[in-house]
Nanobody, 122 residues
Framework: QVQLVESGGGLVQPGGSLRLSCAASGNIAAISAMEWYRQAPGKARELAAGITNGGSTNYALSVRGRFSISRDNAANTMWLQMNDLKPEDTGVYYC????????????????WGQGTQVTVSS
């Protein structure tokens, strides 16, 4: 069984920083893309940042220059360093990964974490 667990959310003042972590565990044969999504209250979930297993990254325009995504392929872990946080960054942050599960039921699927709350407020 594959599981994604996020951590690192919390309450921070505008201009502050947080570092989110996402650890994948279980019967994993390979991981392709890993992404961070976020959902603000009353709004649709949106992609914040993504990273391929080769290290190529992409960012939403709203976070470019402030957020940095990284991963450790050997540890099946991804991070999101968030700097210069703004109130509009408030929301639940989710990690999503394309994972190839191993035997006895191999196959590629998308997996989601349970989410971690980020609140930016003075």
């Amino acid at each position: 069984q594959v599981q994604l667990v996020e951590s690192g959310g919390g309450l921070v003042q505008p201009g502050g920083s947080l570092r989110l972590s996402c650890a994948a565990s279980g019967n994993i044969a390979a991981i392709s893309a890993m992404e961070w999504y976020r959902q603000a209250p009353g709004k649709a979930r949106e992609l914040a940042a993504g990273i391929t297993n080769g290290g190529s990254t992409n960012y939403a325009l709203s976070v470019r220059g402030r957020f940095s995504i990284s991963r450790d392929n050997a540890a099946n872990t991804m991070w999101l360093q968030m700097n210069d946080l703004k109130p509009e960054d408030t929301g639940v942050y989710y990690c999503k990964s394309e994972i190839l599960a191993g035997d006895p039921d191999p196959g590629w699927n998308d997996y989601w974490g349970q989410g971690t709350q980020v609140t930016v407020s003075s």
